[in-house]
């Protein structure tokens, strides 16, 4: 049953297959994302997100497709796309790092993922909008990369607010690791599962110290103490791979192949 998949896991990665590094072409990440939505970790998966710009490129005969829309054009003409799209395609929530008055003029009361900086100051400005703040974690370039200490302040800061978060980026390994190319060390989504539960103890320096840590037996063992309760307070990430954050969540025993059988 899909219920199996533990609860705390359940619509954790928006599947990002169209944006760096993956790049994956349209034709080919839509037939794998219904390959998700067939398999029995389906309820790990969120929808596929794809750029407004391209929305005019998927074919009218794909239906039943759950999708978020990120606004990478003029935002006065997003729900003109998404509506020739016609009913077969359900649009989850909105995305964009566009400014936050462009946003509100043309998607007040839609569901929307605002990418900001870390800064206090600029997650202030989302909390009147009902927009929900996107943080990036990662990217093509080091300084795009945060320091925990960093997130673990925007964290804390959201959860004063009684705001959730999004993640985006260099999320798709499960444990905080140096990566062997780049050099640069890379955040891990059970890390910031684990992080996100330790910001109720109201210690940012705690937090931090989870978002850090690469032990993964350690960081395994407080997730699986997690994972019968709903995320609360992080809505989840996007990621270009499933099948990398899959086999990280399989590894650690956080979930069993076959749970929705």
């Not at 407080?222 to 990430?237: I, N």
């Amino acid at each position: 049953m899909a219920g199996m998949i533990p609860a705390a896991l359940r619509d954790l990665i928006d599947d990002a297959a169209l944006f760096p590094p993956g790049n994956a072409p349209l034709e080919a990440a839509v037939p794998a994302h219904r390959g998700y939505r067939q398999s029995w970790y389906e309820p790990l998966v969120g929808p596929l997100l794809i750029p407004q710009t391209r929305l005019a490129a998927l074919d009218p005969g794909r239906t039943g497709l759950r999708i978020a829309v990120i606004v990478d054009g003029d935002p006065a003409t997003v729900l003109d796309a998404v509506e020739a799209l016609g009913p077969q395609v359900t649009v989850a929530h909105y995305e964009s790092r566009r400014p936050l008055d462009d946003l509100a003029k043309h998607l007040a009361g839609k569901p929307v993922y605002a990418e900001i900086p870390l800064e206090e100051d600029a997650i202030d400005a989302v909390r009147p909008t009902g927009f929900t703040p996107k943080f990036r974690t990662g990217g093509l370039t080091a300084d795009l990369f945060p320091a925990p200490e960093a997130l673990a302040a925007a964290m804390h800061a959201c959860r004063r607010r009684g705001m959730r978060f999004k993640l985006t980026a260099g999320l798709h390994r499960a444990i905080r690791h140096r990566d062997p190319v780049t050099g640069v060390k890379h955040h891990g989504f059970v890390n910031v599962l684990v992080a996100a539960d330790t910001v109720a103890e109201n210690d940012p320096d705690a937090t931090a110290a989870v978002l850090a840590s690469e032990d993964a037996a350690d960081l395994a063992a407080r997730a699986k103490r997690l994972l019968a309760r709903p995320r609360a307070l992080w809505t989840g990430f996007g990621s270009c791979s499933i099948n990398e954050p899959l086999q990280d969540l399989l590894d650690l025993g956080l979930l069993h192949r076959g749970d929705a059988a």
